[in-house]
């Protein structure tokens, strides 16, 4: 499989809506359709086990037993880019609250679904972008570019990942510490459960705490104080 193909799994309870997937999917050459799942538990358990962490779009129907697709999809990996498929409008608002990329109504024809695609393959090629270098991040309707070398610390509260710039400038985009450590230069060091800075910018460090340019106090565990240390030293 080509590098630039965009990966994609479909999770929905209806064999022939899959079917119609599989069907379209076939058409469109970047595509790459790499799973189906009838049963929402064991397409998210797929999802959760990947290795890989490049994008992986996944066509998600939203009335399903047991899970349904509105819950799954507050589940999904970071890695995951969402699309929802479903013949039911009412749910649109909550998709795009949950950060799906589209939200297809079936019965959808090929125009449609390649429009999808495309939209979920300019998103792939923005986060793929300067991996090293910078990350880009869903922020609304927006996407960020944030340059590693200009972040001064990260920040996690519930569900989101704050991110601060030297400059003043802070953004917030849903994630996890975990999903944003898949891609993160080894200059930006977790500290703590919450936190993670960039070492460029520390000043100071004390048992209990880091001290940041412009005289940021962030917190420093004892789980992190000694590999913190030793990566400053060297």
């Not at 944030?146 to 994630?175: C, P």
């Not at 200059?187 to 000043?203: D, G, P």
């Not at 460090?205 to 060297?234: I, N």
Request: overall charge neutral; proline content about 4%.
């Amino acid at each position: 499989m080509s590098s630039g193909n965009l990966r994609a799994v479909v999770i929905d309870d209806e064999p022939m809506a899959i079917e119609i997937i599989k069907a379209h999917a076939a058409k469109v050459p970047f595509l790459q359709l790499e799973a189906t799942f009838t049963d929402a538990i064991k397409g998210l358990d797929f999802l959760r086990q990947s290795t890989s962490r490049r994008p992986l779009v996944v066509f998600l129907d939203i009335k399903m037993p047991d899970l349904n697709g509105l819950d799954l999809a507050s589940l999904l990996p970071g890695h995951c880019l969402l699309i929802f498929t479903t013949a039911y409008s009412e749910h649109a608002l909550r998709s795009f609250e949950l950060d799906a990329l589209d939200y297809l109504l079936k019965p959808f024809g090929l125009p449609r679904f390649l429009r999808a695609c495309q939209k979920a393959r300019d998103y792939q090629r923005l986060l793929e972008a300067d991996v090293v270098e910078a990350r880009f991040l869903k922020v609304g309707a927006e996407h960020v570019r944030i340059v590693w070398e200009e972040l001064l610390y990260v920040e996690v509260r519930g569900n989101y990942v704050h991110f601060f710039l030297h400059s003043g400038e802070e953004w917030s985009a849903r994630m996890t510490l975990t999903e944003l450590e898949q891609d993160i230069p080894a200059s930006i060091l977790r500290v703590h459960r919450s936190f993670m800075v960039n070492q460029a910018y520390v000043l100071r460090v004390e048992r209990h705490q880091l001290t940041l340019k412009g005289g940021v106090q962030v917190p420093l565990s004892a789980r992190y104080e000694q590999a913190v240390k030793r990566l400053l030293e060297s």
